[in-house]
T-cell receptor, first 114, second 113 residues
Framework: EAQVTQNPRYLITVTGKKLTVTCSQN?????MSWYRQDPGLGLRQIYY???????DKGDVPEGYKVSRKEKRNFPLILESPSPNQTSLYFC?????????????FGPGTRLTVT | AQSVSQHNHHVILSEAASLELGCNYS??????LFWYVQYPGQHLQLLLK????DPLVKGIKGFEAEFIKSKFSFNLRKPSVQWSDTAEYFC???????????WGLGTSLAVNP
């Protein structure tokens, strides 16, 4: 089954404790992206990747890192989480960026930083 | 700056009522337009998209949307909603071959049985 998986689905952590949210897709997609979703602010892009070893900042990259060592995986790293990073995070992938290509979304990771 | 405006933030309907959710975008050239839906506790999934051809696009679950270039609009419609349509709906677009997808803030739809 074609899908985007994320782990963990729920995470409660404390300020400053490094964490990684994994994202994996099995559709051989070139393009992968991370979003955060907050009430009243919609979806905001954090980082995206056009291909292996190619990543770039989205609209709200501060406090986040990503890597793309393999085509299928695109982990999101919070080196020192803060309470303002409490949010719902979605990973997405598509065959190519832009154009009319549909983005496929993961199930989401709800992160709470205390 | 490119933007998407979804006029209705919260909509409450009774079952069998008709639905129209507004979406306006801010780019004057060629666009690709999308509606995504997020059911409670689930991930976003594509409802329908427009990139060329017939401006009336049909999607899953009886939804359709009409692209009106002169109005920069891509409104979502359904003639008769069901309780299971309760969800958040997002309009998005990208301009031509631009990589970046511009998202609206979403419309929360609640359908009362």
């Amino acid at each position: 089954e074609a899908q985007v998986t994320q782990n963990p689905r729920y995470l409660i952590t404390v300020t400053g404790k490094k964490l990684t949210v994994t994202c994996s897709q099995n559709m051989n997609h070139e393009y992968m992206s991370w979003y955060r979703q907050d009430p009243g602010l919609g979806l905001r892009q954090i980082y995206y990747s056009m291909n292996v070893e190619v990543t770039d900042k989205g609209d709200v990259p501060e406090g986040y890192k990503v890597s793309r060592k393999e085509k299928r995986n695109f982990p999101l790293i919070l080196e020192s989480p803060s309470p303002n990073q409490t949010s719902l995070y979605f990973c997405a992938s598509s065959f190519l960026p832009g154009g009319n290509h549909e983005q496929y979304f993961g199930p989401g990771t709800r992160l709470t930083v205390t | 700056a490119q933007s998407v405006s979804q006029h209705n933030h919260h909509v409450i309907l009774s079952e069998a009522a008709s639905l129209e959710l507004g979406c306006n975008y801010s780019y004057g050239g060629t666009v690709n337009l999308f509606w995504y839906v997020q059911y409670p506790g689930q991930h976003l999934q594509l409802l329908l998209k427009y990139f060329s051809g017939d401006p009336l696009v049909k999607g899953i679950k009886g939804f359709e949307a009409e692209f009106i270039k002169s109005k920069f609009s891509f409104n979502l419609r359904k003639p008769s909603v069901q309780w299971s349509d309760t969800a958040e709906y997002f309009c998005a677009y990208n301009a031509g071959n631009n990589r970046k997808l511009i998202w609206g803030l979403g419309t929360s739809l609640a359908v009362n049985p």
